[in-house]
């Protein structure tokens, strides 16, 4: 099983809704990440967040807004999503930012009518 | 222009016939190669870290090598249980601790087998 655990599984919404991914660990690490994944490509890296701080944005369109409310938790925001950001989304946490040891949640599944 | 690429795209073996994945990677400097493994529609799990040529790690029917340019996951007699996609990262010493993305996957051998 899993220690990173992110709700929902699935998620179906239309391009005007607002929506939310959450994210949350307790194996006490310190740096989290959203990871966005196309079915037969690698994970794609989108945000990180070290100590609570964002400290990595890989030129996200605005539409994804994503927030770190303690260390145990990581949220991604949607809105005004487009049919091409269907798409796994992954998070993973790690015990610190510059490792390459990931603890990867199972996804969420978002589809964007 | 760093670069990892892992070879074959797609490998079928029967249980119990042994065989070898393949991660080549361009960096400046390796700090790190990382094996992962992923089950369809799950999150990747990590399986193993290698720092430097030479070393070797192993869980149980999987075997890591790195050398200065590739590294090998070695599957020695398979079972349809490894059967899942496997993808290789690699950390470069220029971009650690910087504010780029701190991995560089490929985009992975799947592997099935069958019984």
């Known amino acids: 099983d899993t220690e990173v655990t992110q709700t929902p599984k699935h998620l179906v919404m239309g391009m005007t809704n607002k929506k939310s991914l959450k994210c949350e660990q307790h194996?006490?690490?310190?740096?989290m990440y959203w990871y966005k994944q196309k079915a037969k490509k690698p994970p794609e890296l989108m945000f990180v967040?070290?100590?609570?701080?964002?400290?990595i944005n890989e030129s996200v369109p605005s539409r994804f807004s994503p927030e770190c409310p303690n260390s145990s938790l990581l949220n991604l925001h949607l809105h005004a999503l487009q049919p091409e950001d269907s798409a796994l989304y992954l998070c993973?946490?790690?015990?610190?930012?510059?490792?390459?040891?990931?603890?990867f949640g199972e996804g969420s599944r978002l589809t964007v009518l | 222009e760093d670069q990892v690429t892992q070879s074959p795209e797609a490998l079928r073996l029967q249980e119990g016939e042994s065989s070898s994945l393949n991660c080549s990677y361009t960096v400046s400097g390796l700090r790190g190669l990382f094996w992962y493994r992923q089950d369809p529609g799950k999150g990747p799990e990590f399986l193993f870290t290698?720092?430097?040529a030479g070393e070797e790690k192993e869980k149980e029917r999987l075997k890591a090598t790195l050398t200065k340019k590739e590294s090998f996951l070695h599957i020695t007699a398979p079972k349809p249980e490894d059967s899942a996609t496997y993808l290789c990262a690699v950390q470069d010493y220029k971009l650690y601790g910087g504010s780029q993305g701190n991995l560089i996957f490929g985009k992975g051998t799947k592997l099935s087998v069958k019984p």
């Open positions: 967040y070290s100590y609570e701080k964002l400290s």
């Open positions: 194996m006490g690490h310190r740096a």
């Open positions: 993973a946490s790690s015990r610190g930012q510059n490792t390459g040891e990931l603890f």
């Open positions: 290698l720092y430097s």
